[in-house]
């Protein structure tokens, strides 16, 4: 009768003891080296998949910490803009560190912002009136929404045409009161797969730090 290997294997599995018991067997089986060649004890297999497996272990290790460092760079970002938001004197210094913050330390140059329905009568180019469509699309914004194509794009004036990605970020306390637009000429700076969990942080920094001036 032929048995099957996967009957040696549930039997091996089960009785661990076997290998106790006929020790000497170990050094007698040779198996295949694993990238091919000679025949290898199955003892020195074991060592070479451990060596595979630290390996794969390292790379994960090495990925894992380079994860963790960029994240760190980026808390720190958001830190020094959380600052200059706060330390902002009025509403025309919060948008000069809010727009050069985020030039310099996000390397987002092209950045636009709208605002509407607050109880304020300034001539700055953020209290622009903007279409209601693309007001109603703002309230729909639970998260930041990435995409290639901007309703909007008019707002980076003469940068507009050679825009390729976008990130919009709803600006809210009890309701949405403005939109948030950055842009990138690299179409794979912003899209909709990446993650969005900054982005709605600095979302929530701005709206509160705006809301001091919006009344």
């Known amino acids: 009768m032929k048995i099957r290997a996967a009957e ?12 106790e018991e006929y020790a000497d067997l170990l050094a007698d089986i040779y198996i295949p080296h694993p990238h091919g060649g000679r025949a290898i004890p199955i003892s020195e297999r074991q060592i070479l998949s451990l ?5 794969q272990l390292e790379a994960k290790l090495r990925e894992l910490i380079q994860f963790g460092e960029e994240n760190d760079a980026i808390g720190e970002r958001i830190h020094r803009i959380a600052l200059a938001l706060i330390n902002a004197r009025n509403l025309e210094s919060l948008l000069h560190s809010l727009y050069f913050n985020l030039r310099e330390d996000f ?31 703002s309230e729909t914004l639970a998260n930041p929404h990435c995409c290639a194509q901007f309703e909007g794009a008019s707002w980076f004036g003469e940068d507009a045409p050679r825009l390729r ?39 929530e920094l701005t709206s509160a730090s705006l809301m001091r001036y919006l009344v």
Do not use: C
């Open 107 to 137: 390397a987002v140059p092209h950045v636009a912002l709208r605002l509407w329905g607050v109880n304020i009568n300034r001539q700055l180019p953020e209290f622009t009136a903007i279409s209601e469509k693309l007001r109603l699309f």
């Open 8 to 19: 040696v294997a549930a039997f091996l599995e089960a009785h661990p003891e076997f290998f």
């Open 165 to 203: 990605s976008f990130a919009l970020v709803a600006l809210r306390s009890e309701r949405v009161f403005g939109l948030l637009a950055l842009a990138s000429e690299d179409a794979k700076r912003f899209f909709p797969e990446m993650g969005t969990l900054y982005l709605k942080r600095l979302g």
């Open 51 to 55: 060596r595979e497996r630290n390996h």
